[in-house]
């Protein structure tokens, strides 16, 4: 057993993400483990690029409302609470909503023979608003 205390908070790269996003690394994997967690918090209208993982990921909201989106156009509203499984190369974006900030944890198995994180292109203008439209997490919902 080993206890851990708190990583620093530390900005997401532009690269991979729109807006102001935040995220404390949580656990990065020891010894034979390729677990991977991080509690990323996002603000209002910021979303991480589309992307991929190799072995899927699981994210568990601890606070807000958020979106998360994959290639087929299936929008999920994410609320505290509640998880969101994205299966093993399934192409998706995930975000705070225009009018709130999303936080939550994010579970992935890092297994070294394998690519974990696929980035892709930065999600448009048009494909947020059009999600949040949507989920009717507009201003005007």
């Known amino acids: 057993?080993?206890?851990?205390?708190?990583?620093?908070?530390?900005?997401?790269?532009?690269?991979?993400?729109?807006?102001d996003v935040w995220m404390n690394p949580v656990f990065g994997?020891?010894?034979?483990?390729?677990?991977?967690?991080?509690?990323?918090?996002?603000?209002?209208?910021?979303?991480?690029?589309?992307?991929?993982?190799?072995?899927?990921?699981?994210?568990?909201?601890?606070?807000?409302?958020?979106?998360?989106?994959?290639r087929d156009g299936q929008t999920l509203v994410l609320h505290a609470g509640e998880t969101v499984w994205t299966p093993p190369g399934?192409?998706?974006?995930?975000?705070?909503?225009?009018q709130n900030l999303m936080c939550h944890y994010a579970i992935l198995d890092e297994t070294p023979e394998k690519d974990a994180t696929v980035w892709l292109e930065p999600v448009t203008d048009e494909q947020y608003d059009a999600a949040n439209r949507e989920a009717g997490t507009t201003a005007e919902a």
């Open 1 to 19: 057993m080993k206890h851990q205390t708190p990583n620093p908070t530390v900005k997401t790269p532009a690269s991979n993400f729109t807006g």
């Open 29 to 70: 994997g020891e010894d034979d483990s390729a677990l991977v967690v991080g509690l990323v918090r996002f603000t209002p209208g910021a979303r991480s690029n589309w992307h991929s993982h190799a072995n899927g990921q699981l994210l568990v909201c601890t606070d807000g409302v958020g979106l998360v989106v994959n």
């Open 90 to 98: 399934e192409e998706h974006w995930h975000g705070g909503t225009t």
